[in-house]
Structure formats: C-alpha cells, structure tokens
C-alpha cells in the first residue's frame, strides 16, 4: 500500500513537498513514480526514480524544478517542487512497479498511492 500525503495549497512560485509511505511489503526493490491528473485531463507522468535511485526522470514540464528522492530505509519516496504554477494543480498519486527501471506509462505500475491535492494559486 501507498500513502501520499504533503498537497496543500500554495501561492505561485511557491514550494511543498509531497511524501509517499509505503507499507505492507518493502518497496526498495520497486521503482517509483510521481504521476498527476487535473480535472478534464488525463493522468500524466511527472517524476520517476530507478530502484538503485541511479536513474531518473523528468516531465519536461517540471524538470529544473521537481525533485525526486526516495530513503529507501523508511520505505518512503519524495516529491520536492519548487517554483510552483498554476498549471501544477493537480491531485498527485505515487506509483510503484516491480522492474529497477522507471516508465512513464502509467500501465506500468502496479501500486497506486490514493492521490494528494495540489493547488498553486496566481
């Protein structure tokens, strides 16, 4: 099971960090994702890192401005987002899948956290 916490609302240009607790089997042998989904869209690769957290990848909408980074002793991933927009509103889930590689296929994960509201305001 994944829990996502952290969403919030915040002001432009603003920053908040979105955690993800895993429980229920270690997932330090998974890797890991960030996905979001706003209203009227559909859910859309955002951050992903390997299971070795060697490798990761970026939406280029946030590269330079999201960082991802996972503590592998507390079962835990992180979602730093600095430089937020408006365009970021989104209910934001973490994802897990049983490969060391990341994938910005959502049909590749196959546990789902329960999602967590951002809203950066203008």
């Known amino acids: 099971q994944l829990q996502a916490s952290g969403g919030g609302l915040v002001q432009a240009g603003g920053p908040l960090r979105l955690s993800c607790a895993a429980s229920?089997?270690?997932?330090?042998?998974?890797?890991m994702g960030w996905f979001r989904q706003a209203p009227g869209k559909e859910r859309e690769f955002v951050a992903g890192i390997s299971r070795s957290s060697g490798s990761t990848d970026y939406a280029d909408s946030v590269k330079g401005r999201f960082t991802i980074s996972r503590d592998v002793a507390k079962n835990a991933v992180y979602l730093q987002m600095d430089s937020l927009k408006p365009e970021d509103t989104a209910v934001y889930y973490c994802a897990a899948r049983s490969d060391a590689s990341v994938s910005r296929r959502a049909t590749a994960y196959s546990y789902w956290g329960q999602g967590t509201q951002v809203t950066v305001s203008s």
């Open positions: 229920g089997r270690p997932f330090g042998s998974y890797a």
